[in-house]
């Protein structure tokens, strides 16, 4: 194994200096390829190509490993506004734990619920574009595995210089997640992201990138090296991954030919950053929707998302803590197309008096139309963002479900119904700290986890919740499916729907006999729920409470928690201040639950990030049909609703969009009620102006005659 330090040394050459195109042309890539212990890879190597041995021969891989992409588990790393956060989904427990390591609100972070970096690397990692977490171990000792048998057995280099104590049992073996430039450099159609995640699925993490390629076939996972393995034992080195290298690949000099691009196409950004819309009938279908009015005028993601070497990219909203704030100035909704405001202009001149700028401060950039927004008072620009009317999904009178790449893995091939976990709502709209409205995406924690003595709640490892309640929660793939909506029996069916029917499929039930089944399928689900939560609770105090660290802290109040909700066994309520404490003590029979009030919402609240995309057209716009679009009873905007939802529905509250957005009811009404009039009394204040503008001609002209008729003539008496 080589330390970082050493490999970025060899990486850079000698003179640290990098060559560069400084061109607008591609530059073509015939190029060698370096293996994990930077050694030159020939058709007859057998260890996966390193991007960090061979992309930062010639650029800063150093410098690009700080960017926002891969900083995300960086906990030194500036948090930046709220973005969807990392969720932890586990079918079989009933889990969607939103988790981050930067600072954002009601989201736990990975260090603190006891995951591992190891963890979230073979969790998420196929959603990342490496780096940050996935080589998080690097910086103790290297992280590349240990070479094959095959592969010059007499190369001191090649060989660990770490024990596994060192740096983690799996880490040893499963090697480092480098940064894959060509996940987001590669043209379309060269790099396969799917051949990727399933090696980081088997725990090759290092023979990712080789895959991703397609550069030759790997055989052999990791996943089947039991823990505890010596990463020193020949034996256990010999069942490593071993890469065949495609021949076919290597020219006579022995380059290869990487088809790549400097500005990344919409087709590398679509692999994790994808999103669906959920309706009644599942999954809403692409060709119902329009692409962003954006990428529909033939733009591309980073045209807007721009970066340097040093990936530092432009998020697209105002007010971005960024490297170069006037270099991303106008990358924004507001600086596009309305420009800068003057005052800002005005700070940066006396900054910077040779600031020549200025024109790059200027509306209009890329050829964006200045909106003329007529009739729209100055105040919408305090009170909302941009994208509160421009953005996401059209908004109906609820959120509806939606499904993301990150959260979901959509790209990758499978059958999904649009009820799979996480549940994730949008849009949502409510406030962020700049006072304006945004719409959101959102989601409500679910999770098992332990009650604290300030009513807040600690999340316990989703992976050993799984492994303690395996018994008593007794679900083979799907908490939902199997627990809370059971199956009828064939005697069931029969008792509610006859025999003759009961042998129907269920899509062809009518309206009657669905409600029916489905009011059964819910008794049935909410007793079942009882009594194996409760039994499962109870499995993990028996866990707890044999840890060493048991002793000393006392019994805890282990709880689920889903939409909201928290559960706890009935019995432990009691003994918090229930009368019959002593008698819920001494209960025989099966445990219950009981539902725990005020509880620390930042464990259990609404999580909520917000959305820009998709970029609606300028008609489809709430407002374009006019104020009482927004200021009516109906407004989506405020009377739109959210429910809580979850692997355990909530208790049905619709909350209004109004009440997240912190509205007073009566002022609403109050303008409503002068909206719902504002036309009628327009042609009042047109009438009466019209009448008053009668009087005042026929007064003048009455005026006119008398003063005319008043003049006096000569020779004559007066008229």
């Not at 924004?332 to 800002?344: M, N, T, Y």
């Not at 990758?412 to 996480?422: F, I, N």
């Amino acid at each position: 194994m080589t330390v970082l330090s050493t490999t970025f040394s060899v990486a850079r050459g000698a003179g640290g200096d990098r060559a560069r195109s400084d061109g607008d042309a591609r530059y073509l890539h015939h190029i060698d390829l370096y293996d994990i212990n930077n050694r030159k890879i020939t058709s007859e190597s057998t260890l996966p190509y390193s991007p960090l041995n061979t992309c930062g021969r010639c650029h800063d891989y150093q410098s690009i490993s700080h960017g926002w992409h891969f900083n995300a588990f960086d906990v030194s790393a500036l948090p930046g506004r709220d973005g969807e956060p990392w969720i932890w989904t586990d079918a079989r427990t009933g889990t969607q734990l939103p988790l981050t390591y930067r600072d954002w609100s009601h989201s736990f972070d990975p260090r603190d619920v006891g995951i591992s970096a190891w963890a979230m690397t073979h969790k998420f990692g196929g959603r990342l574009p490496g780096g940050g977490v996935g080589e998080a171990e690097r910086q103790l000792a290297s992280a590349q595995p240990p070479s094959t048998a095959a592969d010059d057995a007499d190369d001191a280099s090649a060989q660990p210089t770490d024990t596994a104590a060192t740096i983690g049992d799996r880490w040893a073996f499963s090697g480092a997640l480098e940064i894959d430039c060509l996940a987001c450099h590669a043209m379309p159609g060269v790099y396969d992201i799917s051949a990727r995640r399933a090696q980081i699925e088997d725990e090759n993490f290092a023979w990712a990138p080789t895959a991703a390629l397609r550069l030759g076939e790997i055989k052999g996972s990791v996943s089947r090296i039991k823990d505890g393995s010596d990463p020193d034992d020949e034996a256990i080195q010999s069942k490593l991954p071993v890469v065949t290298y495609d021949p076919r690949n290597f020219a006579m000099d022995g380059t290869v030919f990487v088809d790549l691009v400097r500005q990344p196409t919409s087709n590398a950004c679509y692999q994790c950053h994808s999103q669906r819309t959920v309706g009644d009938d599942g999954i809403e279908q692409r060709w119902i929707h329009d692409e962003d009015v954006h990428l529909r005028a033939g733009m591309d993601c980073a045209d807007c998302h721009r970066n340097g070497i040093d990936h530092d990219i432009s998020r697209g909203f105002v007010g971005q803590d960024h490297s170069q704030p006037w270099a991303i100035q106008t990358l924004s909704c507001q600086g596009c197309h309305l420009g800068a405001p003057e005052s800002e202009l005005e700070s940066k001149s006396e900054l910077d008096s040779d600031f020549a700028g200025t024109a790059l401060m200027r509306s209009g950039r890329l050829g964006a139309p200045k909106p003329l927004h007529e009739g729209l008072p100055p105040i919408h620009f305090e009170k909302l963002a941009c994208t509160a009317c421009h953005s996401g999904p059209a908004t109906r009178e609820e959120a509806v479900r939606m499904m993301t790449s990150l959260a979901h893995g959509l790209g990758e091939k499978g059958h999904r119904t649009g009820s799979e976990l996480p549940a994730i709502v949008g849009n949502v709209f409510t406030r962020r700290d700049d006072g304006r409205v945004y719409p959101h995406k959102a989601m409500w924690p679910a999770y098992w986890g332990t009650l604290q003595e300030d009513q807040s709640i600690v999340p316990l490892n989703p992976e050993d919740v799984y492994q303690w309640t395996r018994k008593s929660l007794r679900v083979r793939s799907d908490f939902v499916e199997e627990i809370l909506q059971p199956k009828l029996k064939s005697s069931e069916l029969t008792e509610l729907l006859g025999a003759d029917r009961a042998k129907v499929k269920p899509d062809q039930w009518d309206e009657d006999e669905q409600a029916k089944v489905q009011q059964r399928q819910a008794e049935l689900g909410e007793a079942e729920f009882q009594e194996k939560v409760a039994t499962a609770l109870m499995a993990i105090e028996s866990e707890l409470s044999e840890k060493p660290a048991a002793a000393e802290s006392g019994p805890v109040t282990v709880v689920y928690v889903s939409s909201g909700r928290v559960y706890a066994l009935e019995s432990e309520a009691a003994e918090k201040g229930s009368d019959d404490a002593d008698d819920a003590a001494d209960e025989k029979g099966p445990p219950k639950l009981r539902q725990l009030d005020d509880v620390d919402d930042a464990s259990t609240g609404m999580v909520a990030w917000p959305m820009a995309h998709n970029v609606r057209p300028a008609g489809w716009s709430l407002g374009t049909q006019g104020c009482t679009e927004c200021h009516s009873d109906g407004g989506m905007i405020f009377a739109s609703t959210v429910t809580a939802i979850g692997p355990v529905a909530g208790d049905g509250t619709k909350i209004t969009m109004a009440s997240l957005q912190g509205v007073d009811p009566v002022q609403r009404q109050a303008w409503n009620q002068m909206f719902g009039g504002r036309k009628t009394f327009k042609y009042f204040v047109a009438g009466s102006l019209a009448t008053l503008l009668a009087v005042i001609i026929v007064g003048l002209g009455m005026l006119g005659s008398r003063l005319f008729y008043r003049q006096p003539t000569s020779g004559g008496p007066q008229a």
